[in-house]
């Protein structure tokens, strides 16, 4: 059980991200949720073209765009987000699952990281040196990995 928590914080985590995520615009897409070949490949022909792989932006906007009126509302962005997530939670499932039974156990949970690489992370968190990690400190390096792309799964 000591790595329930750990789990349920991942997932709420990674879903209150990808949801940011979905509501900010950032340059290069709406968010950065992978489309499928077959949704890049719009005339259907077995191949991506350079104009379909530059409309990436505009798939991902239109595949959010539930009732196709040109602009996203909470309803349809939240959606997207869950959409996003889910896909996040049934890779993480299918990277784990050693045992195949569509659940991950506690053995099967990505374990924290353990020895000199723990080692340096705390370090470079703790950054008045006192031995001890403060609100302040940890906030301040969760939007750091925020910021980098950093926070993937681990698994020792």
Same mark, same amino acid.
């Given at each position: 059980m000591k790595h329930t928590g !750990?789990?349920?914080a991942i997932i %709420? =985590? @990674?879903i209150a991200l990808t949801a940011g995520a979905a509501m900010a615009q950032k340059p290069g897409g709406m968010h950065r949720a992978p489309i499928s070949f077959e949704q890049a490949d719009q005339d259907g022909n077995g191949e991506i073209s350079k104009e379909e792989f530059s409309a990436r932006h505009e798939v991902r906007f239109n595949d959010a765009d539930a009732n196709g009126d040109g602009s996203l509302d909470r309803d349809e962005l939240l =959606? @997207? %987000?869950r959409? @996003? %997530?889910e896909q996040r939670v049934d890779a993480m499932i299918e990277r784990f699952d050693e045992n195949g039974d569509g659940v991950l156990s506690q053995d099967e949970l990505p374990q924290p990281?353990? =020895?000199k690489r723990a080692d340096k992370a705390f370090d470079r968190m703790d950054k008045d040196e006192n031995g001890s990690i @403060?609100?302040?400190e !940890?906030?301040?390096a969760k939007e750091r990995m925020g910021k980098h792309g950093k926070g993937k799964w681990h698994k020792n």
């Open positions: !750990f789990i349920v %709420a =985590g @990674s =959606g @997207s %987000a959409k @996003s %997530a990281r353990q =020895g @403060s609100k302040a !940890f906030d301040e």
